[in-house]
C-alpha cells in the first residue's frame, strides 16, 4: 500500500495544531515544516472538507482542530487527504481468460479478495486506534513545547 505525501505532512500539522494555543496561519505551519505553502494548504483544505481542522479567518486567523486531538484518530487524517475507499479493488480476474468462471459463480468474493479485505480492515482498525492526542504523547512532551514555542515565537 502506498499513500501519498499528503498524509504525512496532514498529519504532522494535526500534531502541530495540538500545540496550538491560537489559530496558526497555514504559511506558518507549512515554514515549520519546511514544504511549500501552496502544497501544504491542499491538505488542509482537506482535512477542512472533513471536519478535523477549521479556519478562522481575519488577521489573527489561520487553523485549529475542530475538536479535541484525542477525538481525531489517524484514520480519520488519513481518510481525509486519500478518501475512504479501500486499498484493494477487486476486479474479477477469475472471470477473464480461457478458464473464465462464470459471474453467476462469483457471488462471494475469492481467497485474493478476502485476504486482502481482510488486512485493510486490518489496517484500518489499527489506525482507528491511535489519535492525535497518542502522537502527540509518543512524541513527548518535549517535542510538543518546542513545537509550541517555534509556533508562539518564530524561534528554535
Known amino acids: 500500500m502506498k499513500l501519498s505525501g ?6 504532522h500539522c494535526c500534531f502541530a495544531l495540538t500545540a496550538a494555543t491560537e489559530p496558526v496561519p497555514a504559511v506558518r505551519l507549512a515554514k515549520l515544516h519546511d514544504v511549500s505553502p501552496s502544497y ?27 475538536r ?25 480476474v ?15 468474493p475469492c481467497g485474493i479478495a478476502r485476504v486482502m479485505y481482510e488486512a485493510d480492515h486490518a489496517w ?3 489506525l482507528r486506534r491511535v489519535t492525535i492526542a ?9 517535542s510538543a513545547a518546542r513545537v509550541r514555542d517555534w509556533l508562539a515565537t518564530g524561534r528554535a
Open 40 to 66: 501544504l494548504a491542499k491538505q488542509l483544505q482537506e482535512l477542512s472538507r472533513a471536519g478535523l481542522v477549521r479556519s478562522v479567518q481575519g488577521k489573527a486567523g489561520g487553523y485549529l482542530l475542530t
Open 124 to 126: 484500518r482498525q489499527s
Open 94 to 108: 477469475r472471470q477473464r481468460g480461457p478458464l473464465a468462471t462464470p459471474p453467476e459463480s462469483c457471488a462471494a
Open 6 to 11: 499528503g498524509v504525512e505532512w496532514a498529519l
Open 134 to 142: 497518542d502522537l502527540a504523547r509518543d512524541a513527548g512532551s518535549d
Open 68 to 92: 479535541p486531538a484525542e477525538e481525531i484518530t489517524v484514520l480519520d487524517v488519513v481518510e481525509a487527504i486519500e478518501g475512504p475507499a479501500g486499498a484493494f479493488v477487486c476486479t474479477e
